[in-house]
């Protein structure tokens, strides 16, 4: 079993909260973390907890009267996955807590499990607004693993199933499964109606150029779609929390920059399936391994960064660019440039642009090491130091 680093976190906030949505992509882990957290109860030899799948109609049955069902339960922590598909809910949900606080039950009653945010957002925030705290638990991150792992992880990505799997084609065939069960039950439950093979042909051209600029026009030219229709599914694919959209970072340096955002497919593993690279050899010998790795840092920094954390890259017309800027709660900012090679020096234009925005971290992260000063305010790091670094300011 794989200890996540949400555990302690998402334990400290149901001591506070009388509920907590956890989000994250189908198959990440949400259901194992909160089981695990369910079955300390009886441990604790608390009042124990209930786990209801809300795609099963066999639990959705049982909340036919939801809140007579629950409230039976009330002393009981009770876990509510993929609870986005039953909006009607939450309007229950904020009786019963408001009931309960009448009672003395306070906190640690609901676990909301969900993979679409932006659906389970809106929903819970308008009904249950004070009441809720949200988390999202990503696919297994370096620190989760041993250090020897991390290009596995790289190549496999971090849903655990497709990490753990006993090869690398049973790995890839796993992570394909995933991507269909995708294109043709979870997008189309959102009303898509594009055919699913434009929808992968789409999902496709976004990993061929993982890390590249949005740019609508050509997309939709070569889907053969309008541009409001690529940007509604752009926005569904980052909903379902598969996509990254990185904004440019705005400086008053008094340049031309850069405006549209970079794209980033989240998972370094789904990348690698939808291009077809099964191997470690396949993917080195890929054009796509530098954006590979550098999607797959960025995203393994942005995880382990402190809450409320601002992030973006910085890019001008001149050549300034920096792969990462981080505006960290009372760290400042830091610049961050990701290197595959070891032993690679800094862009010129990773100086230039520090003289730009005047960070007070500069950092080049490469695949292993600990940190170390290169000179001229520059500091060297692998990548897992550099993630503990982050998590250590998280945790300050």
Not at 26 to 46: P, S
Not at 235 to 242: E, I, N
Not at 308 to 321: M, P
Not at 355 to 364: A, G, N, T, Y
């Amino acid at each position: 079993m794989i200890h996540r680093d949400l555990h302690p976190t998402l334990l400290e906030a149901l001591a506070d909260s009388p509920a907590v949505a956890l989000l994250g992509p189908r198959q990440a882990g949400k259901t194992t973390l909160a089981r695990q957290i369910g079955d300390q109860r009886i441990v604790d030899q608390l009042a124990g907890s209930i786990y209801l799948d809300l795609e099963s109609p066999q639990d959705r049955q049982k909340l036919f009267d939801a809140e007579a069902y629950l409230r039976a339960h009330e002393n009981k922590l009770v876990i509510l996955d993929e609870v986005q598909h039953m909006p009607e809910l939450f309007q229950a949900l904020r009786s019963l807590i408001d009931q309960g606080r009448r009672k003395g039950l306070l906190v640690g009653r609901f676990l909301l499990l969900g993979s679409a945010s932006g659906e389970l957002l809106r929903q819970s925030g308008e009904s249950l607004a004070g009441r809720i705290a949200y988390l999202e638990l990503p696919p297994l991150q370096p620190l989760e693993l041993k250090a020897g792992e991390q290009d596995q992880l790289w190549l496999r990505g971090g849903f655990p199933s497709s990490f753990l799997a006993s090869s690398q084609p049973k790995s890839m065939s796993w992570r394909q499964n995933l991507i269909n069960t995708y294109l043709q039950r979870d997008i189309p439950a959102y009303g898509t109606r594009i055919p699913a093979e434009t929808l992968r042909r789409l999902w496709t051209m976004l990993a061929h150029h993982q890390g590249g600029l949005l740019d609508v026009s050509t997309l939709g030219r070569n889907l053969m779609l309008d541009a409001k229709t690529v940007h509604r599914y752009l926005d569904l694919f980052v909903d379902l929390m598969l996509l990254r959209r990185l904004s440019p970072w705005h400086s008053n340096v008094g340049k031309r920059m850069v405006k549209s955002p970079k794209l980033y497919i989240r998972d370094s593993g789904l990348v690698h399936a939808l291009l077809g690279i099964v191997s470690a050899d396949d993917l080195l010998a890929h054009p796509v391994v530098g954006s590979s790795w550098v999607g797959f840092v960025v995203e393994a920094l942005l995880n382990a960064a402190p809450v409320n954390t601002s992030a973006g890259f910085y890019r001008t017309s001149n050549g300034a660019e920096i792969d990462l800027v981080l505006n960290l709660p009372g760290h400042g900012i830091w610049a961050i440039e990701i290197k595959r090679g070891m032993g690679s020096p800094p862009r010129r234009g990773f100086y230039s642009a520090c003289e730009d925005i005047q960070p007070s971290r500069r950092f080049v992260v490469y695949p292993a090491g600990e940190a170390y000063p290169l000179g001229e305010g520059v500091e060297a790091a692998g990548v897992r130091a550099l993630v503990e670094l982050l998590r250590k300011c998280r945790l300050r």
